[in-house]
């Protein structure tokens, strides 16, 4: 079965720094996606990226860019130029290609920012 | 354009008590959904509906009834709340399903005394 690990339950940042927020997944298959879910105070889960297994290069959406490492079976989230309103709850998520519609979550992390 | 709309947003029931919660969504999306989230866990799947008319169990079915009720609609009952079901609860929706993204709704935060 398939299993995804956030290890870290809170980090923290200062405004206008970089932080990455660290994820590992364990799976035998080949073909799946990956995503990063942010959970504001407001308890909305809202996307923040997505990438596909079989594509190399790393998703990027403005200041989220990933890192996901195929064979090592990581997939990091990296926020740049980190703002007030980032600070949330953030999930990383699994999916695999044929499953039955079902998402993989890790527990998550809390990000802090730092005024 | 609401996307995902989730009723009540709070709700505290007793033992023993039924009630349902009502999840619509308003992108015509095929795949709806409906997650359970404790604290210090991810989420875990209920129920899903891959399409309207279909119904299927999740991760964790137990306690609970579902009803796709129409495309836009997919309702979650409790027929006889216990506080292991005390927890918020999130309905999504995905166009079609297996390589989507999903869309949250709110939350519903319920607590089950």
């Known amino acids: 079965a398939q299993t995804v690990t956030q290890s870290q339950p809170e980090m923290s940042v200062q405004e206008a720094e970089t932080v990455t927020l660290s994820c590992t997944y364990d799976?035998?298959?080949?073909?799946?996606?990956l995503f990063w879910y942010k959970q504001p105070p407001s308890r909305q889960m809202i996307l923040v990226i997505r990438?596909?297994?079989?594509k190399q290069q790393n998703a990027t959406e403005n200041r989220f860019s990933v890192n996901f490492q195929k064979a090592a079976k990581s997939f990091s989230l990296k926020i740049s130029d980190s703002q007030l309103g980032d600070a949330a709850m953030y999930f990383c998520?699994?999916?695999?290609?044929?499953?039955?519609?079902?998402?993989?979550w890790g527990a998550g992390t809390k990000l802090i920012i730092k005024p | 354009n609401a996307g995902v709309t989730q009723t009540p947003k709070f709700q505290v029931l007793k033992t023993g008590q039924s009630m349902t919660l009502q999840c619509a969504q308003d992108?015509?999306?095929?795949?709806m959904y409906w997650y359970r989230q404790d604290p210090g866990m991810g989420l875990r799947l209920i129920y899903y509906?891959?399409?309207?008319?279909?119904?299927d169990k999740g991760e964790v079915p137990n306690g609970y009834n579902v009803s796709r009720l129409n495309k836009r609609e997919f309702s979650l009952r409790l027929e006889s709340a216990a506080p292991s079901q005390t927890s918020v609860y999130f309905c999504?929706?995905?166009?079609?399903?297996?390589?989507?993204?999903?869309?949250f709704g709110p939350g519903t935060r319920l607590t089950v005394l």
């Open positions: 999504a929706s995905s166009l079609y399903g297996q390589t989507d993204t999903q869309y």
């Open positions: 990438q596909e297994a079989y």
């Open positions: 998520a699994y999916r695999s290609e044929d499953s039955n519609y079902q998402l993989i």
């Open positions: 799976t035998s298959e080949s073909d799946y996606y």
């Open positions: 509906s891959a399409s309207e008319g279909t119904t």
């Open positions: 992108m015509n999306h095929n795949s």
